[in-house]
Structure formats: C-alpha cells, structure tokens
C-alpha cells in the first residue's frame, strides 16, 4: 500500500464525496415524478447519437444522451414538447402529456445537403452545455475532421485533435501524443473500450484510427470521470459506428498512397446491423515496381455487428486488426500492430436504470527478424478486461455512474529464437510478467441550485504485480548507486535471487482516487468552472528515445517501480457570443504527477531483464493557460487555439545517492512546449466547392546538446550540456485543401468528391532532430540537420454509394 502521507488527503476527500453521495440520494428518493427515457438515433442509418440535448421547452429539465443513445428526464405530471437536439440535425419537437412514465425513441435527420449548411442549436441545450460540470473536453465532429487539410490525403483524427489547446505531438513524422505536459505512455486510449497501446501506422505518418469506421471521439484532458482508470494524463475515447441498419452502404477512398473500402448494412431483417472498414497502403507495391528491394507497408481491418433481441437488450461484437510491415533489404524486416475484441451486452432494467457489460481482448506485439545474423524478436503485451458500467437516472437532479472493472495483464517483454540452427545466437526468453489492476467506481451529476451543477465522484484502484519469476536483490535494496569517482549512476550490485511462485503476490497497491467538478451558470451566455482530479497509473511504458518507437515496451508496477500519482487543478471560463454565432473557452491549469521514472545516463532498455538497474524516480510538474476562440455557424467555420505552458522534471538520487538527473534541477521535459498556435479553418463556397487552412506554430521541442570535447588517449570525446537545455528551432507549417463535388455524380445512389490538400505549403523543413559529427576531409565539427516533410501535396477521390 502507498504510505500514509499519500493516502491521507485521498482519503479525505473520499469520505467528504460519501456524504455528498449519500445525501443526493436522499434528496432524489423524495421527490415524486414521472420519466421519460429512450434512444436518439439518426433517421437515415439508425446510428445512436451520443451528446444529443433532450430538454422539456420552457423549463430547465433537461440533459443528453450517453454513449449508446439513450436518455431519461424526469419532471412533474403535466403538459410537455419534447425538444431533440443535435449539432447537425434538424431540430424535433414531440408534444407529452406526462402522467406516467413513457418510453420515447426518437429518429432525427441531418440538414439537408441542398440547404446552407448552417448550425442551429436551441437555447436550452446551449445553456445546458454551459452548465454542465465537465470542463477540459474536446468532443470531436467528424465532419469537422473530414474539412481538415491532411498529410498525404488520409485524414487522421490524432493530427486533427493536435491542433486544439493542450494537445501536441513530439515532432514530425511521429506518433502518439501528448496532452498538458503529459508523456504519450500517459495516455488512455480506448477503441469501444478496447486499450490501443500504439496509436500510429508507418512510424507516425498515419494513426491507426480510420475515419470513415469512426462515430465519436472524446478526449478529456483532465476532469477525467471516475469511470476511467489506470492513466494519469488523459482518455482518448473513440467509439465505432454501430453500422447502418436502414441500407447497405459502400464507400471509400483512392489516395496517393493508400486506399480504403468500408461497407456496411443492415442484418437479421430490422434487428441489427454490421459495418466492415480496411484500408491498404501501396507504398510496398510502388517500390517493388521501382526495382527497390525495401519496402513498408500497413494495413488495418474494423468489424462491429450488433443484434437487438429487444428494446431492453442489445449486443455488440466489435473488433480491430492492424499491422505494420517494414523490411530493409534481405537483412531486417520488422512487423508490428494491434488486435482488439469487444463483446457488450446493452441492458435497460428501467426508464431509470441503463447497464453495460463488457468482456475484451486487446493485445499489442512487434516482431523483429534479422535474416544475417539468423534470429527473431518478439515482444508483446495482452490484457483482458472485464467491467460493468451503470447509469442510475434517480431524478433530473441527480444521476448516478457506478460500475467495477477487471484487467488481467501478461507482459513479454521479449525473447530471442533462432531462425537456423548455424544461428549465432543463443535463445533467450526474458521474464515474462504477469498483473491484475481492479476499480471500483461511483460518480455522481447534480444540480444544486439554479446555478450551480456538480459532477463528484470517487475510484478505489488496486494493482498486484504476479510471480512466476525471479527477482533480482541488491546491496542495500538499490538496483542503481552513484560512483562519487566518476561521477555517474552504475548497476547495483546482485546479492541474490527471490524465486516468486505464480501465486504469489510479488506486490500490491491500492489509491483512493477523488474527482470532483463544478460549475456555476453566470448569465444565459457564459459560466464558470473548476476541477480537481487525483488519478493513478500502475504500468509504465520503458523509452529513452524522444518519440513513440515499436520497439516501446511497458512494464508493470512493483518492487522497484511504483505507481505514477497526479493532481490536477482546473479552472475554465466558457461564454457565447453573437447569438452563438463565436464561443470562447479559457481554461488554465496545475498538474503533478510523482513516481514518474526517467533514465541514467548510458541506459539499455532493450533485451534488458533487470530494468530496475536502469532509471531513477522523480517528479513532474504541468501548468498552462489554454485558449479557444470558435466560430460555429455560418459558411465560414473554424477555430483559433493557443497554449501557454510549462513540463518540467525532476529526478533526485534518492536512497541512490548522488545529485540526480541534471544536478537534481528542474528540467524540460522532453516534450514541452512553450508556446502552441493552431489556427484551422473552413470556407464552404456552395454545394460543390468548400476550401480548409491550417497554421501551425509551436516552440521547438527540448534536446541536448553537446557543448565541448576533449581528447583521452587519442579518442575525441563528447561532453554535454545539462539535459534538455537546448531546443530544435521551431515548429511552424500552412496546409491547404480544396474539395469538389461534381453535380453530375450527386444523386440519391452515388456521390463522389474530390480531395486536392498541400501539406506544409510553403515547404518549411522543420527539423525533426539535429546530429553533430566529424567531417572527415576538414576534421571540422559540423551539425546535421534531419527534415521529415517538405511540402507534400496530395490527390483523393472519395465515393459513396
């Protein structure tokens, strides 16, 4: 268990957010009303809406719909319309005599393509949105992501959150990403609740989300609800399409590079439906053709079905396979990717009670094979995962999440096979690790007052690391010591070895983790809010490289390394402006996070069994002010984002002794950036033409660099500044697109466009790192400067049918 002195303020706060929740519930139980609930849907696929506003005109009794489309208000016996909102949509208005509690599905539509496509939102559920106590979301349309010029045609929803406050990649051409501060292993990622452990394909060029499979994306950058556990920076939270249960469907793409087909329809008669999405690159095919004997190559496959057995009960299998293939010649070839499966169950015990069970699969491995020296790589990480989710609806004021989760993990964190018995090498398998983390949540929205909403809820996690190994003991309990004579961290010294059984426990941590929000309405137009979250991390992903790598590897919490705990601290402003035509939101926030592991000088991470040897522990701090100008209606749309933060690290030596990381200063983080400026915007000129722009800048990231050499016994050698001391230059880029859709492929059975973008327009090559060497003919130092990009433009032409 964590010590007292970082239990008890949790604690605390636990025991307060009880009698929050115990006093809620007494207030809901006496009140006497009727409900109305059931699901939102889109009339011309059946597809469920999550977000969309229900509100009873003329009252404040509202809310939206959750991720699976279903609603439930609550109000008093009399006459009612039923409003039915949603960005997108035509309005819906339903007249209701409520003396009972009614079942109320309803199907909206989309705007008309012949009209101005023009954002119509109701007062009521504007003035819910502001009211509402979550802060530090981005809710990403996808026909906001689909306007966005992209890199080499494909659109990618992970660039297109990078361009909001708060979100950063770690340079160009790499994947992952990171959010306040945050390092990218600090990120949950789900897919239908599926954990993807590595985002990008072709080594960050494209994520491995396909847009077209894809309903909604959710990221909450703090706030994070007590409903989701085991990260400490942020949750990415993407949900399929369910699949179109109207009509069959066929669309997709032809690129540049690569193309993509997704089909999808109804299936058993009215009860259900099935989409499936692939794409290919041809990149591999292209320079085969070229006479190239390297090659690399992607693919990915997404499945869901569903089945309603009635209007209580829906099940869903969903599924993603992905794979990245790189080969250097006959000498190395590499593979890498994702599978993940989801079985759900959708109950509806009442118009009060909503449930969702969920058992999935999800797995991450790469493969490395080296033909020359005749031996094979393999690492993975596979964990299955067990949890059931409720929504209790006890009154409008007053609504209850709660629900547990299981996660059993099985880490490998690599082995060696021979490919042929004149191998020089001999097999190797590391220890292969073994985990179960565990929550228990309980989460609560309430109203109260006219004014001011809460959102408070409470996580209890626990994580026991697994035997089945043997585990190293050192002299004085330290895997790492500082040599005061050469000043570095070496290796501690073995004494032993523990042999743990598979049964036993080899460690064990539990943490109380409090979340709370609030906010306060101050007119019909603008609202405070604030948020407090402590969260707990118990894997951690091994990488001293400043980007996302395959060859990444996570680890799990245990006798050496322990769980990363942070606070965060939020304070936002929203308001709307011009009749809802412009919204603003500021928010500035404070994040620590302690236990966050970096590395010694000289670390090998790779092939390594003793990992322990190889880091020290050490701190991070976050803070930012975080701005967002929106223009939300009109032909004119888009947005201007802009953050102002600070990462910083800091590693002492602890038990270890010595000073530390950088002499036991603050450091930049590796993935800190001053200063963030996205400006994106969107002109749709009539119903054949629509253009979109993109202006980045950002303040490069942190290197080190060598300052000086000297020479010892005729070998020239580096010395280096304090770590993350300098910056590559920065970061700036203009992307432009145009898109035509011709008026004789625009009928009711077929519909075409084309897609022309320029990625970096004004070809800036941004550096991507820089490297310093010797020029061996004038023996002078000299630095080399590597760019990813120049400028790249692209042609794609989509179709639907």
Same mark, same amino acid.
């Given at each position: ?14 025991? !307060? ?53 279903? %609603? ?49 939102m109701a007062d009521e559920p504007e003035r819910a949105i502001l009211r509402k106590p979550e802060m530090s979301v981005v809710k990403m349309n996808m026909g906001t992501v689909k306007q966005m010029p992209v890199v080499l045609g494909e659109l990618d929803v992970l660039k297109s959150l990078q361009m909001l406050p708060g979100v950063t990649n770690n340079g ?142 829906? *099940? ?35 118009d009060h009670l909503f449930s969702n069970l969920s058992a999935i699969l999800s797995r991450y491995d790469y493969d490395l094979e080296f033909a020359q020296d005749e031996f094979d790589w393999v690492s993975s990480i596979t964990n299955y995962n067990l949890k059931y989710d409720f929504k209790y609806y006890l009154s409008n004021d007053f609504k209850l999440d ?79 010591? %500082? ?58 992903? *091994? ?72 880091? *020290? ?21 888009? !947005? ?42 969107? %002109? ?110 692209? *042609? ?6």
């Open positions: 268990m964590n010590s007292k002195s970082q239990l008890d303020p949790a604690i605390k706060c636990s025991v !307060w957010l009880l009698w929050f929740f115990f006093l809620g519930c007494i207030l809901a139980i006496g009140q006497t009303s009727h409900t109305i609930s059931g699901t939102i849907t889109d009339e011309s696929n059946g597809e469920t809406l999550f977000g969309a506003s229900v509100f009873l005109n003329g009252t404040t009794i509202g809310g939206v719909t959750n991720e699976y489309g279903f %609603y439930s208000v609550t109000a008093p016996e009399g006459d009612y319309v039923l409003t039915i909102s949603y960005m997108g949509y035509n309005e819906v208005n339903i007249e209701l005599h409520l003396n009972r509690d009614l079942a109320q599905d309803v199907e909206i539509s989309e705007f008309s393509t012949e009209l101005d496509e023009v954002v119509v160009e051409g790499t994947g992952g990403f990171h959010v306040r501060g945050g390092a990218q292993d600090q990120n949950l990622v789900l897919l239908d609740e599926a954990i993807i452990y590595n985002t990008s394909h072709m080594f960050g060029f494209f994520s491995v989300f396909n847009a077209d499979a894809i309903k909604d994306v959710k990221l909450y950058k703090g706030g994070i609800p007590a409903s989701f556990g085991g990260r400490v920076s942020s949750v990415l939270d993407i949900r399929q399409k369910d699949g179109n249960n109207k009509n069959f469907e066929l669309n997709g793409g032809i690129g540049v590079l690569s193309s993509r087909l997704m089909a999808e329809g109804p299936v058993f008669g009215d009860k259900g439906s099935f989409l499936i999405a692939g794409r290919r690159s041809y990149v591999d095919l292209l320079l085969k053709a070229a006479g190239e004997n390297n090659s690399v190559s992607f693919y990915d496959l997404n499945l869901k079905t569903n089945y309603s057995i009635n209007r209580n009960n829906k *099940l869903f299998l969903s599924g993603y396979f992905g794979r990245d293939a790189f080969k250097l010649g006959n000498s190395f070839d590499s593979s890498y990717g994702n599978a993940t499966g989801n079985l759900r169950w959708n109950h509806i015990f009442s709660f629900g547990i989760n299981v996660i059993y993990y099985a880490f490998n964190p690599g082995e060696v096979n021979p490919t042929a018995e004149t191998s020089p090498v001999n097999p190797l398998r590391l220890e292969q690790k073994k985990a179960l983390e565990s929550g228990f949540y309980l989460s609560a929205e309430q109203k109260l007052g006219p004014k001011l909403t809460a959102q408070y809820g409470l996580r209890y996690s626990a994580f026991s690391r697994f035997g089945g190994q043997l585990i190293n003991t050192y002299a004085n309990n330290q895997p790492v010591v %500082y040599n005061p004579e050469l000043g570095i961290y070496e290796r501690g010294t073995v004494t032993g070895e523990t042999n743990f059984e598979k049964r036993d426990v080899i460690e064990s941590f539990g943490n109380f983790e409090p979340r709370v929000s609030l906010a306060y309405l101050l007119n019909e137009d603008s609202s405070l809010k604030a948020g407090f979250s402590h969260t707990a991390q118990y894997i951690h992903l *091994l990488s001293n490289t400043s980007s996302v790598t395959p060859l990444d590897v996570w680890t799990p919490s245990g006798p050496f390394i322990k769980p990363q705990l942070a606070n965060q601290y939020a304070l936002g402003y929203f308001r709307n402006f011009k009749d809802k035509t412009y919204s603003l939101e500021v928010e500035t926030y404070y994040k620590t996070v302690d236990n966050r592991i970096d590395y010694i000088d000289g670390s090998e991470l790779v092939g390594q069994n003793t990992i322990e040897t190889e880091i *020290l522990n050490g701190k991070m701090r976050a803070y930012g002010l975080e701005l967002l100008l929106w223009k939300n209606e009109g032909d004119f749309t888009g !947005w201007i984002a802009y953050t102002l933060s600070k990462s910083k690290q800091q590693t002492l030596g602890g038990t270890a002794g010595g000073p530390g990381i950088n002499n036991g200063d603050w450091y930049n983080a590796s993935f800190d950036r001053t200063h963030d400026i996205s400006i994106s915007g969107a %002109y749709q000129l009539d119903d054949q033409w629509s253009f979109g722009t993109n202006l980045v800048f950002q303040t490069g990231r942190p290197v080190t660099y060598p300052n000086g050499q000297y020479v010892y016994e005729d070998l020239s050698i580096a010395s280096y500044a304090p770590r993350n001391s300098d910056r590559l230059p920065s970061y700036h880029r203009m992307d432009v697109s145009v898109n035509y859709k011709p008026r004789k492929y625009q009928n009711k059975h077929f519909k075409g466009e084309w897609v022309f973008s320029i990625y970096n327009l004004y070809n800036r090559k941004n550096a991507a790192s820089i490297s310093f060497g010797q020029n061996m003919e004038t023996g002078a130092n000299e630095a080399t400067r590597t760019a990813i990009f120049g400028i790249v433009p692209s *042609l794609t032409y989509n179709f639907k049918f």
